[in-house]
């Protein structure tokens, strides 16, 4: 499904709807709470985007995540706090105690340094691509092994989810 708000392009993909189909099927109430923090922390992006005169050019919501992407072109430091908007909503929420087992994983796979995630778009302003690709790699690497060494199933999805949204990327 595909509609404007304003000159704003809104895309919510069919797995999307699949996937928060299967969720309240099977009762899981967790679902809509990480739906509304993951909603807050897009609308920091927005929030800083229009401080800086900036305006949104697509909103995609898909399986994988909530995606902003802008129609200006910010500078290197606006770009950067742009970036980390996004992920300051969700330590504004953790540091207050609100849903922290919510807005905890949301800061902590944002702040990944991994490229399409918010520090990873927020390093490649600073590192070239290589580099960055390395990074990446690295980080996720370590995020499998604790997944493995934990043997935590939770950690082993944000793993592939974070493969399927970088694939994602890569491919668009």
């Not at 099977?26 to 401080?51: D, N």
Request: aromatic content about 12%; some cysteine; overall charge positive.
């Amino acid at each position: 499904m595909v509609f404007s708000l304003g000159s704003c392009q809104i895309k919510i993909e069919f797995s999307f709807m699949l996937m928060l189909s299967f969720a309240l099927a099977i009762g899981t109430p967790q679902l809509l709470w990480v739906l509304l923090f993951a909603s807050l922390h897009e609308l920091g992006h927005l929030l800083v985007l229009c401080l800086f005169g900036g305006k949104p050019a697509r909103l995609t919501v898909a399986f994988y995540g909530v995606g902003l992407c802008t129609a200006s072109r910010l500078n290197r430091w606006q770009e950067l706090l742009f970036l980390l908007a996004g992920i300051g909503v969700n330590a504004l929420f953790f540091s207050l105690r609100i849903h922290p087992e919510v807005n905890g994983p949301l800061l902590l796979i944002n702040a990944l340094p991994i490229v399409p995630l918010d520090m990873g778009r927020a390093v490649s302003l600073f590192l070239p691509y290589r580099l960055c690709r390395a990074v990446a790699v690295a980080f996720f690497i370590l995020l499998v092994a604790a997944a493995v060494w934990l043997r935590n199933l939770s950690l082993a999805a944000i793993a592939g989810y974070i493969l399927v949204f970088s694939l994602k990327e890569e491919l668009t």
